[in-house]
């Protein structure tokens, strides 16, 4: 079995702020782990994704996150927030072993302020 | 640029009315899948194809029937649905079957409004 938390459905920082958004998983296989990014009124995004190598993924529009297995965390960062960045983020996992089913998180709601 | 491609991108339909969603992809992706998502929830898996043949079936009910006619198309057809199945259906594919580090891309969405 696998799941995804996210803590905190609602995150605000203003402009040039650090963005830290949280994602903690659970799985009993080595995991595959996603961050997607939904504008409104619009489908989803990859933005990194962690399968094996390097536990610091680089991804699109200055994100990154850190696959920590000791913590079973894969939070989501991006040092200085721009008014672009403003969206629902989902975290996402799917397990080692042929699943081919993605469980998401609730999603967290990500706010700039000017 | 999704290279997943959903029509259309907007249906209103009648709970008598018979109807599909449409999906296309020319990745060469050779899993597809359709997915729900209500308003401020995360997507909910509905069906997974996999080398076009039904690989999971998530429960879903009978008014829903998904179709894989080839390698880059999947539909799903519509019929006697209720208000509580407007969302947003959105349609996804990945490179091959069951390795699952590969990632699913998404299309834009088709948004139903069923009254």
């Known amino acids: 079995a696998q799941s995804v938390t996210q803590l905190g459905s609602h995150v605000s920082v203003s402009e040039g702020a650090l963005v830290l958004l949280r994602c903690n998983y659970s799985?009993?296989?080595?995991?595959?782990l996603f961050w997607y990014v939904q504008y409104p009124n619009q489908g989803l995004q990859l933005l990194l994704k962690y399968t094996t190598g390097a536990t610091l993924v680089k991804g699109i529009n200055g994100f990154e996150a850190e696959f920590k297995k000791s913590e079973t965390s894969f939070h989501l960062t991006k040092p200085s927030a721009h008014m672009s960045d403003a969206a629902e983020y989902f975290c996402?996992?799917?397990?080692?072993?042929?699943?081919?089913?993605?469980?998401f998180g609730t999603g967290t709601r990500l706010t700039i302020i000017p | 640029d999704t290279e997943v491609t959903q029509t259309p991108k907007h249906l209103v339909m009648g709970m008598t009315n018979k109807k599909s969603l449409k999906c296309e992809q020319h990745m060469g992706h050779r899993a597809m899948y359709w997915y729900k998502q209500k308003a401020k929830k995360p997507p909910e898996l509905m069906f997974v194809y996999s080398y076009e043949k039904l690989s999971i079936n998530e429960s879903v009910p009978s008014r829903f029937s998904p179709e894989c006619p080839n390698s880059s198309l999947l539909n799903l057809h519509l019929h006697a649905l209720q208000p509580e199945d407007s969302a947003l259906y959105l349609c996804?594919?990945?490179?091959?079957?069951?390795?699952?580090?590969?990632?699913?891309?998404f299309g834009e969405g088709s948004w139903l409004t069923v009254v």
């Open positions: 799985s009993s296989v080595p995991p595959y």
């Open positions: 996402a996992v799917r397990t080692f072993f042929g699943n081919e089913k993605l469980t």
């Open positions: 996804a594919s990945s490179q091959g079957g069951p390795s699952s580090g590969n990632t699913i891309y």
